[in-house]
T-cell receptor, first 113, second 113 residues
């Protein structure tokens, strides 16, 4: 089992640029979650999908953030335009749903200059 | 809605000493409970989970937790810690509908030699 795979591991870019984070969930998992982790706010759920359909995006901070899941094996989180306050570690997690625990990727450390 | 409180943001302890990391939750419905560990520059890993049955749950790396419904607590314990247990620990709760997880703010365990 390859686990949840996120790319890139690190991203440094200038404010105003578009940023795309990628996630490949564990094969067979039907739920996918995007989190943001910062020192100030801790771990925040941004959005989650069930069977590729967005179920709850109430955690998405603003319209600059968008997420897609075109198929069961791929999801993206996009920030356009990026701002310095978006700097954080972004985690993707997946699960079988129901009462099954979430499995996390190693995260993308994003720095917006 | 559910919420999770981890009262201790940091817990320093000497190697081979026992440790307890506290977690309290609030919920109007029955819940599932989880403890995750996060090592530096990594994603969260599942330590243990309580779904039903015995209130004492044993997890990996010698950790265990006890579900106390009357006190709405799910404290994590280890009788003898190692330097390698130094990490941040997160308590999480999800409801029976399992729409999403609610994470606590985390407790940083610092094991000293």
């Amino acid at each position: 089992d390859a686990g949840v795979i996120q790319s890139p591991r690190h991203e440094v870019t200038e404010m105003g640029q578009e940023v795309t984070l990628r996630c490949k969930p564990i094969s067979g998992h039907n739920s996918l979650f995007w989190y943001r982790q910062t020192m100030m706010r801790g771990l925040e759920l941004l959005i989650y999908f069930n069977n590729n359909v967005p179920i709850d995006d109430s955690g998405m901070p603003e319209d600059r953030f968008s997420a897609k899941m075109p198929n069961a094996s791929f999801s993206t989180l996009k920030i356009q335009p990026s701002e310095p306050r978006d700097s954080a570690v972004y985690f993707c997690a997946s699960s079988y749903g129901g009462n099954q625990p979430q499995h996390f990727g190693d995260g993308t450390r994003l720095s917006i200059l | 809605a559910q919420s999770v409180t981890q009262l201790d943001s940091q817990v320093p302890v000497f190697e081979e000493a026992p440790v307890e990391l506290r977690c309290n939750y609030s919920s109007s419905v029955s819940v599932y409970l989880f403890w995750y560990v996060q090592y530096p520059n990594q994603g969260l890993q599942l330590l243990l989970k309580y779904l039903s049955g015995s209130t004492l749950v044993k997890g990996i790396n010698g950790f265990e937790a006890e579900f106390n419904k009357s006190q709405t607590s799910f404290h994590l314990r280890k009788p003898s810690v190692h330097i390698s247990d130094t990490a941040e620990y997160f308590c999480a709760v999800s409801d029976y509908n399992f729409n999403k997880f609610y994470f606590g703010s985390g407790t940083k365990l610092n094991v000293k030699p």
